[in-house]
């Protein structure tokens, strides 16, 4: 499985480059971690390891802009809530008995989700991120990793700003050793005041590295800056300079024109999260008029604390669906628009679309291989590629991902996580979970 040359055989191959390329009945060529060679029919010169995967579609790995990986923790404890009555009264509260070591097995449990799901890449935020990153690097995944700063203390420590600009100086200049690529996470305009902000702003200039925050994300969340500004939570960051920063927004549900004019100017990403919108009712993102302002926009998550799941293929066809009904227009976001959230435009928001999202030689080899002999995905007509995007949208869930490869290195194999030790993780999470219930005064 990890010898420098692979050569996958007799599979469908969903390119998501700019051209629509496809290969009905293809081959790929791996060599180190890229993409060396692929296409249609017979390998010419197979080599290395030969992996034989008829009735296997290989796409690009997906990519999850936006979650909270120590999420799993808190799964099934806080649910049927608004979004400020859950987090006030039930998350913040259990998150003050956080340690290291509950981060560390939490994350490792989003991890393997995340490999079952046939996610390759993540964007995270959250507190102890020398944890998050230590599984993280464990499970093998490319993770876009942010210590959460707020303007007041976090379970962590006192001072989250100097906290998350070690975590930036510590892993910078190393993500391809690594596979951890670090950015600061503000985490929210309601969290974190303007000197705040502003700092951020002029530490992620100094280290080139992404913004990652929530924008929009209630509409109680607008009259609270607005209240406090007079401006929109947008237009409050814009002030602090902090949109002049490479950014990837969360959720971004309640924005004006204004607002939007603003994003495609300052070419902010946008994580686009349906499930965990609408379990917290907090509203409908406006995809249609994001895709106007030519804002890239990829799917998310969130965490499994507000989802509660983490299968972004199931997802797409929940977000997918909704839109169309809020449009009222079934011919809005097609399912091949969809499945480019899902890959290519995810990674577009999160500006790694040079490396990620599409396979083209010369690019990071992270792949996703679905079992196309699953009854669900049945019948695949061949040489009819929008049957592709429909089963992928519609029908596809993570139980169908097969293979998973990121860096050129097989992560799950016929199902079986290869660096993840399954039954440890699902044993040592419980564990921490059932302590923190505990000691939050929930069992």
């Not at 707020?150 to 910078?172: I, K, M």
């Not at 300052?266 to 302002?293: A, F």
């Amino acid at each position: 499985m990890h010898t420098a040359v692979k050569t996958l055989l007799n599979c469908t191959i969903l390119t998501m480059d700019a051209n629509d390329t496809w290969y009905p009945r293809g081959y790929l060529i791996v060599e180190g971690n890229r993409i060396a060679k692929l296409g249609e029919g017979s390998c010419p010169s197979p080599r290395g390891d030969i992996y034989d995967l008829e009735g296997k579609l290989v796409m690009p790995g997906l990519v999850n802009t936006h979650t909270h990986t120590p999420s799993p923790l808190f799964r099934g404890m806080a649910d049927d809530l608004k979004l400020m009555d859950w987090l006030q009264t039930l998350i913040w509260p259990a998150e003050k008995h956080l340690t290291a070591e509950a981060v560390y097995w939490g994350t490792s449990l989003a991890c393997l989700e995340f490999l079952e799901n046939g996610i390759t890449t993540f964007a995270d935020q959250y507190f102890f991120a020398d944890a998050v990153a230590e599984a993280v690097k464990s499970s093998g995944l490319r993770g876009v990793l942010a210590a959460t700063v707020f303007s007041h203390p976090s379970p962590e420590t006192d001072r989250t700003l100097e906290a998350a600009a070690d975590f930036v100086s510590s892993y910078r200049g190393r993500e391809e050793e690594t596979r951890i690529y670090p950015c600061f996470g503000p985490h929210a305009p309601y969290s974190c005041d303007a000197s705040t902000l502003r700092e951020v702003a002029k530490l992620a200039e100094h280290y080139g590295v992404l913004v990652h925050i929530h924008i929009s994300e209630t509409k109680e969340e607008n009259e609270k800056i607005r209240a406090a500004t007079g401006l929109s939570p947008t237009r409050f960051l814009e002030s602090t300079g902090l949109l002049d920063r490479q950014v990837l927004a969360a959720h971004c549900i309640h924005l004006d024109d204004q607002d939007l004019g603003i994003f495609r100017e300052k070419g902010v990403g946008v994580s686009y999260n349906p499930v965990s919108n609408l379990k917290l009712v907090s509203g409908v993102m406006p995809l249609k008029r994001l895709w106007e302002h030519q804002v890239p926009v990829g799917l998310g998550t969130d965490g499994a604390q507000s989802n509660n799941s983490l299968d972004l293929l199931r997802d797409l066809k929940t977000g997918v669906l909704l839109q169309k009904q809020h449009e009222e227009d079934p011919t809005f976001c097609t399912a091949r628009e969809a499945v480019r959230m899902l890959t290519i435009e995810g990674a577009r928001a999160l500006g790694m679309a040079d490396q990620i999202g599409s396979l083209e030689p010369g690019k990071l080899a992270d792949l996703t291989v679905l079992d196309l002999t699953g009854s669900n995905l049945q019948p695949v007509h061949q040489g009819l590629l929008s049957n592709l995007y429909s089963h992928v949208t519609y029908s596809a869930m993570g139980a169908n991902v097969a293979h998973v490869m990121v860096d050129g290195e097989f992560l799950l194999y016929n199902r079986i996580p290869l660096r993840v030790n399954r039954n440890e993780v699902l044993q040592k999470s419980a564990h921490m979970a059932t302590k923190l219930m505990q000691k939050a005064g929930l069992l």
